[in-house]
Nanobody, 126 residues
Framework: QVQVMESGGGLVQAGGSLRLSCTAS????????MGWLRQAPGKEREGVSC????????NYPDSVKGRFTVSRDNAKNTLYLQMNSLKPEDTAIYYC???????????????????WGQGTQVTVSS
């Protein structure tokens, strides 16, 4: 049984930083590209990062480029998202997910991912 679990969310002031972590069990993560997606209230879920199976290539949308950094440690079956210079518009539930490919073609859309965590809330106050 595949289980994906995020941690590290919380409340932070604008300009602050958070680091999200994601661990997977029942899944060998180096067989998948992995990503982070987010969903703000009243908005569609959107991809904010994708990293290929080896960690050599990653993709971000313009809204987070230069502020967010995705990384992975395949030996620990773990994915990370370092978020810096956070803005109130980054407030959302953040999901970790495994993609149905070892490669990323952009940050991805929800339909590109096959295994999901339950999400962790990130709230950025102004």
């Amino acid at each position: 049984q595949v289980q994906v679990m995020e941690s590290g969310g919380g409340l932070v002031q604008a300009g602050g930083s958070l680091r999200l972590s994601c661990t997977a069990s029942g899944l060998i993560v180096d067989g998948y590209a992995m990503g982070w997606l987010r969903q703000a209230p009243g908005k569609e879920r959107e991809g904010v990062s994708c990293i290929d199976w080896s960690g050599s290539t990653n993709n971000y949308p313009d809204s987070v480029k230069g502020r967010f950094t995705v990384s992975r440690d395949n030996a620990k079956n773990t994915l990370y998202l370092q978020m810096n210079s956070l803005k109130p518009e980054d407030t959302a539930i953040y999901y970790c997910a495994a993609r149905s490919s070892i490669w990323c073609s952009g940050p991805g859309s929800p339909q590109d991912f096959v295994y999901w965590g339950q999400g962790t809330q990130v709230t950025v106050s102004s």
